[in-house]
């Protein structure tokens, strides 16, 4: 991806000659310790195991919804969880919105009214 929406042709060539990989790249391929052959070779095999990962992850479950919190914070705080409260009733009442399958909703949550008035 390019910076073309917002800077100029030159400033993006004057970046692009300070980038340090790509001047590692061309270090390398000066030295011939690297080729382009080796390049493609590594940027394909990349590509692949980035895709194969991401594969993995999709067909693993969701973690429940208390770790955004739980892997965080050690001592859940009553403000923190007002916050959550309305975070699950907000998907509750969207539940277009969010992916399938989110986890501990099923949980008890109080009706009270949220800051904004909803319930």
């Known amino acids: 991806m ?3 929406g917002y800077r100029s ?7 692009r000659a300070k980038d340090p990989l790509l001047r590692l790249q061309k270090w390398l391929l000066k030295k011939q310790w690297w080729s382009e052959e080796e390049e493609a070779t590594q940027q394909e095999n ?5 895709l194969e990962t ?3 992850a999709e067909k693993r479950s969701s973690p429940p919804l208390e770790s955004l919190i739980s892997d965080v914070y050690a001592d859940i705080t009553p403000a ?3 916050q959550f409260d309305q975070l699950k009733r ?3 009442r ?3 919105a969010y992916p399938r399958g989110v986890k501990s ?3 008890d949550v109080g009706t009270d009214t949220d800051p904004q008035g909803e319930a």
């Open 46 to 50: 990349l590509r692949r195991e980035v």
């Open 2 to 4: 390019t910076p073309s």
């Open 80 to 82: 923190l969880q007002r």
């Open 9 to 15: 042709k030159d400033e993006e060539e004057i970046w």
């Open 54 to 56: 991401l594969k993995r």
């Open 94 to 96: 969207y539940p277009e």
């Open 90 to 92: 907000h998907i509750r």
């Open 105 to 107: 909703l099923d949980l």
